[in-house]
């Protein structure tokens, strides 16, 4: 247990569906990220918010939209995906956004287009 | 441009064989280098943060170490439950945005 928590583990969804994934943190952080981990490839960093704002894109495509309420919490909201969207999404948390803190990761929502 | 490579791509060990893991970085201005171990279909679990060069920093089996252009995690008598995929990654600029090497996977054979 990280203190890091993602729901769904799985997701499996059609191309037109709309769904979203939740994480949550318990650590007393201020930053929370989205990672995209694809088979055969290095973690690639999507979303970088700090005290709920958003302060990095990393050119994700917009059928990925992020929203953080607050600083305990994030979503990524899915919508018309495509089947290479099929990967491991992984939230982290930071104490801070500035890169000098370690990140700890939640167990990640493994994600499957159809 | 900022890179981060780890060599080799898997290892495989018996139990209680002694190796080393490779780290290379290039970045301008190390702010930090973070060891990582990743169970299959799961997070990765932090394991190490090391910001100077000499610095060294040990958990169990584990022992990290760090250089100017690179960081070694030696694995000391290795046992099965130690397979996994171990990852470095450093952090680019002050954006919180970790650059990840491709990992090592490693297996200990009982």
Redesign the interface.
């Known amino acids: 247990e990280?203190g890091?928590t993602?729901t769904p583990r799985h997701l499996v969804m059609g191309m037109t569906n709309k769904k979203s994934l939740k994480c949550e943190q318990h650590l007393g952080h201020n930053?929370m990220?989205w990672y995209k981990q694809s088979a055969?490839?290095?973690?690639e960093?999507m979303f970088?918010y700090?005290f709920k704002e958003q302060?990095?894109n990393?050119s994700v495509p917009s059928r990925f939209s992020p929203e953080c309420p607050n600083s305990s919490h994030l979503f990524l909201h899915l919508h018309t995906l495509q089947p290479e969207d099929s990967a491991?999404y992984?939230c982290?948390s930071?104490l801070?956004?500035?890169?000098?803190?370690?990140?700890?990761?939640?167990?990640?929502t493994?994600l499957t287009v159809v | 441009e900022d890179q981060?490579t780890q060599s080799p791509e898997a290892l495989r060990l018996q139990e209680g064989e002694s190796s080393s893991l490779n780290c290379s970085y290039t970045v301008s201005g190390l702010?930090?280098l973070?060891w990582?171990r990743q169970d299959p279909?799961?997070?990765?679990?932090?394991l190490f943060?090391l910001?100077s060069a000499g610095e060294e920093k040990e958990k169990e089996r584990l022992k990290a170490t760090l250089t100017k252009k690179e960081s070694f995690l030696h694995i000391t008598a290795p046992k099965p439950e130690d397979s996994a995929t171990y990852?470095c990654?450093v952090?680019?600029?002050?954006?919180?945005?970790?650059?990840?090497?491709?990992?090592t996977t490693l297996q200990v054979k009982p």
């Not at chain 1, 055969?40 to 973690?43: A, F, I, V």
């Not at chain 2, 279909?41 to 932090?46: I, L, T």
């Open positions: 990280t890091v993602q930053a990220y055969k490839k290095p973690l960093l970088v700090n302060t990095e990393n491991l992984l982290a930071s801070g956004s500035g890169g000098n803190t370690e990140a700890f990761f939640g167990q990640g493994r | 981060v702010r930090g973070f990582y279909g799961k997070g990765p679990e932090f943060t910001y990852l990654a952090p680019r600029g002050n954006t919180g945005k970790l650059i990840f090497g491709q990992g």
